[in-house]
């Protein structure tokens, strides 16, 4: 393993928290992601369901995990199904978990393989009125290839129909939002890998480097800190292509006096880290890009500090929007008749910041979480605000990672060089160094 294995008194609790959230006589039942094909006989490297992963630590392929609280036999309260080894799959994928190491990692007792599924989950349907299972609820998600979860869904609705069902992801999502501290330290854990690679990245960057060379220093660093990579494609972007979202190309060279923003993120062990700078290619910004910089920042300090317990997402992204208003208007772009033109529905500051100020942050980078929840100690969420001139070839976002606490917003990427002028001496005296 990469990591220390995480202690499984995490996964007993995650499990515990969701048996108590289930009706009486239910049974949950939760598969991993599969190996996705590419084409021919090519396959992308497995990345299992963040589900299992909170629920059980396995990352394994062909994971099933059943709960049945009620079960009348004790053994059939939690149960893994894992993978059965051959001699021909260690000779050619390696090593997998044995029972042992399973309930060791996982803390269930009652370990099966896959094989088994069918006819010990027929005993447990039997016993329960209610089976509850896991179907992507996830609202920025448009699902179009059939996951496992989905192709049980259809078999056992058609093998039991007359059972009640139920869905898991507005369990999940509820429990997921609020994070354990083994899980906020994680994403820390994360947040410190990130940090590293961008200080390397800003004694690397100089005028005619190439996106890709900058996104290649992420990644080695990341890997060399027990990452297993990005936790999402990294975005390097310089000059007008920083207006471009999710430009992920990485395919342009850098140029003198542009800036290039860097939204990149380490994983580790599974959690996400999610950040952003952008910074002069020069080492130095023009007096424009630091008045929309500074701009940019102060909204993002504004919005930090309103992370707070008794706050929520909708209410919060309004007042974040009136602070960028202001700072707009500042920078003469917006003006007092398109204030006045504005809507509810059609901010005037969507022109220049036109996605959202924040997200939930964790297994998944885009982590779970309902957006008309208040937000309680143990959230964890990006803070993210942008200005976009295209017009003026200037893109400019940063971004932390920020924990909700009843102490206050605590900033996971405070010790990451975010002022302009830090950044400045930190890039200016290594390029004069260069000379
Ligand atoms: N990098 C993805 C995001 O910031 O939401
Ligand atoms: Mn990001
Ligand atoms: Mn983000």
Same mark, same amino acid.
């Given at each position: 393993?990469?990591?220390?294995?995480?202690?499984?008194?995490?996964?007993?609790?995650?499990?515990?928290?969701?048996?108590?959230?289930?009706?009486?006589?239910?049974?949950?039942?939760?598969?991993?992601?599969?190996?996705?094909?590419?084409?021919?006989?090519?396959?992308?490297?497995?990345?299992?369901?963040?589900?299992?992963?909170?629920?059980?630590?396995?990352?394994?392929?062909?994971?099933?995990?059943?709960?049945?609280?009620?079960?009348?036999?004790?053994?059939?309260?939690?149960?893994?199904?894992?993978?059965?080894?051959?001699?021909?799959?260690?000779?050619?994928?390696?090593?997998?978990?044995?029972?042992?190491?399973?309930?060791?990692?996982?803390?269930?007792?009652?370990?099966?393989?896959?094989?088994?599924?069918?006819?010990?989950?027929?005993?447990?349907?039997?016993?329960?009125?209610?089976?509850?299972?896991?179907?992507?609820?996830?609202?920025?998600?448009?699902?179009?290839?059939?996951?496992?979860?989905?192709?049980?869904?259809?078999?056992?609705?058609?093998?039991?129909?007359?059972?009640?069902?139920?869905?898991?992801?507005?369990?999940?999502?509820? &429990? #997921?939002?609020? !994070? /354990?501290?083994?899980?906020?330290?994680?994403?820390?854990? +994360?947040?410190?890998?990130?940090? @590293? *690679?961008?200080?390397?990245?800003?004694?690397?960057?100089?005028?005619?480097?190439?996106?890709?060379?900058?996104?290649?220093?992420?990644?080695?660093?990341?890997?060399?800190?027990?990452?297993?990579?990005?936790?999402?494609?990294?975005?390097?972007?310089?000059?007008?292509?920083?207006?471009?979202?999710?430009?992920?190309?990485?395919?342009?060279?850098?140029?003198?006096?542009?800036?290039?923003?860097?939204?990149?993120?380490?994983?580790?062990?599974?959690?996400?880290?999610?950040?952003?700078?952008?910074?002069?290619?020069?080492?130095?910004?023009?007096?424009?890009?630091?008045?929309?910089?500074?701009?940019? &920042? #102060?909204?993002? !300090? /504004?919005?930090?500090?309103?992370?707070?317990?008794?706050? +929520?997402?909708?209410?919060?992204? @309004? *007042?974040?929007?009136?602070?960028?208003?202001?700072?707009?208007?500042?920078?003469?772009?917006?003006?007092?008749?398109?204030?006045?033109?504005?809507?509810?529905?059609?901010?005037?500051?969507?022109?220049?910041?036109?996605?959202?100020?924040?997200?939930?942050?964790?297994?998944?980078?885009?982590?779970?979480?309902?957006?008309?929840?208040?937000?309680?100690?143990?959230?964890?969420?990006?803070?993210?605000?942008?200005?976009?001139?295209?017009?003026?070839?200037?893109?400019?976002?940063?971004?932390?990672?920020?924990?909700?606490?009843?102490?206050?917003?605590?900033?996971?990427?405070?010790?990451?060089?975010?002022?302009?002028?830090?950044?400045?001496?930190?890039?200016?005296?290594?390029?004069?160094?260069?000379?």
């Amino acid at each position: 393993m990469r990591y220390p294995p995480i202690d499984p008194s995490l996964f007993i609790q995650n499990r515990n928290r969701l048996k108590s959230l289930l009706n009486l006589h239910s049974l949950a039942v939760f598969h991993s992601s599969d190996v996705m094909p590419t084409s021919a006989d090519g396959q992308h490297p497995f990345v299992q369901h963040t589900d299992i992963l909170y629920l059980s630590g396995i990352d394994q392929e062909e994971t099933v995990l059943v709960l049945c609280p009620d079960a009348v036999e004790e053994k059939h309260r939690e149960i893994l199904f894992i993978r059965e080894t051959s001699e021909r799959i260690a000779i050619w994928e390696g090593p997998k978990y044995t029972p042992q190491e399973a309930r060791e990692l996982s803390g269930i007792s009652s370990v099966y393989w896959t094989r088994e599924f069918e006819s010990v989950f027929r005993t447990l349907a039997i016993e329960s009125e209610t089976i509850y299972l896991n179907t992507n609820e996830h609202l920025r998600m448009e699902p179009v290839v059939e996951t496992r979860d989905m192709r049980f869904l259809k078999w056992c609705m058609a093998t039991y129909p007359l059972h009640h069902y139920d869905r898991l992801a507005p369990l999940m999502h509820h &429990l #997921r939002a609020v !994070k /354990a501290p083994q899980e906020i330290r994680l994403i820390r854990h +994360a947040g410190q890998i990130t940090e @590293k *690679a961008f200080r390397r990245v800003l004694s690397f960057i100089q005028p005619d480097v190439w996106e890709f060379e900058i996104e290649a220093e992420i990644i080695h660093e990341f890997l060399k800190n027990r990452s297993r990579g990005p936790a999402y494609a990294s975005i390097i972007a310089s000059g007008k292509n920083a207006c471009i979202l999710h430009y992920e190309h990485n395919d342009h060279p850098c140029r003198s006096g542009d800036l290039v923003l860097m939204d990149f993120g380490a994983e580790y062990a599974g959690y996400a880290s999610d950040m952003t700078r952008t910074v002069p290619v020069n080492g130095r910004f023009s007096p424009r890009q630091k008045a929309v910089y500074n701009a940019v &920042l #102060r909204v993002l !300090k /504004a919005a930090s500090a309103m992370l707070t317990p008794g706050n +929520a997402l909708t209410e919060y992204q @309004k *007042a974040v929007g009136q602070v960028m208003e202001k700072e707009l208007v500042d920078l003469g772009l917006l003006s007092l008749a398109d204030i006045q033109n504005q809507s509810e529905a059609a901010p005037a500051y969507r022109k220049y910041f036109m996605h959202g100020i924040s997200h939930h942050l964790g297994l998944n980078t885009h982590d779970y979480g309902n957006r008309y929840r208040i937000f309680e100690p143990g959230m964890v969420l990006t803070v993210e605000p942008g200005i976009y001139i295209a017009d003026e070839g200037i893109g400019i976002r940063i971004e932390n990672d920020i924990v909700i606490t009843t102490d206050g917003p605590d900033d996971l990427m405070k010790d990451i060089p975010i002022e302009a002028d830090h950044i400045e001496t930190l890039m200016y005296s290594k390029q004069r160094n260069d000379i």
